[in-house]
């Protein structure tokens, strides 16, 4: 199965796929990395590894993805030859010109249990909510945010002492486990 990965950020789960994809739990490849932040460390992360990486050109919008620049990360995808498109940790929203190009075709992950918590920092989302558990969610993609049908979920209770950050840490902890697991699931479903 061949991935491409669009982030925005550190790429921790960007590495956890590599990392599976070396370890044999996940029988896949990553060609082609692309982010709408030519700073992201997921950029580094992808060129360290000899995989393409390149920043979207989202025409000078801070958080919109315009049809243009989606129509131009198909085409981008499509001819890296990639099957599943894996957003981890990208913020912004995915829409028709890409949703059209990989129809049922494009995971994503949330730190929280879907559908609660949807949208920015879902972690703190649940401790201002005062909830006693949260988790993480990979999901597939529609035109919603963080909407769309759930393929695996992991839960994790909430720490009467948790901040923040800890709260975060451990499900990214879980995310790492959580992503890998899910794409091999996709993968072994076609
Ligand atoms: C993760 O917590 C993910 O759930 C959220 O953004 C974060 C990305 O982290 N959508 P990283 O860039 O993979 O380290």
Known sequence: MLLGVLGSGSGSNLQAILDAIDAGTLDAKVVIVLSD??????????????????VIDCHGFRNKFPDEAQAAVASQLKGAGVELVCLAGFMRLVKAPLLHAF??????IH??????????AAWKQALEAGATETGCTVHQVDAGMDTGPVVMQEKLAILPDDTAESLHARIQEIEHRLYPAAIAKIATAN
């Open 37 to 54: 932040h030519p700073d992201a460390y997921i950029l580094e992360r992808a060129r360290l590894r000899g995989i393409p990486a390149h």
């Open 103 to 108: 129809p049922n075709r494009i995971l994503n």
């Open 111 to 120: 730190p929280s249990l879907l559908p609660a918590f949807p949208g920015i």
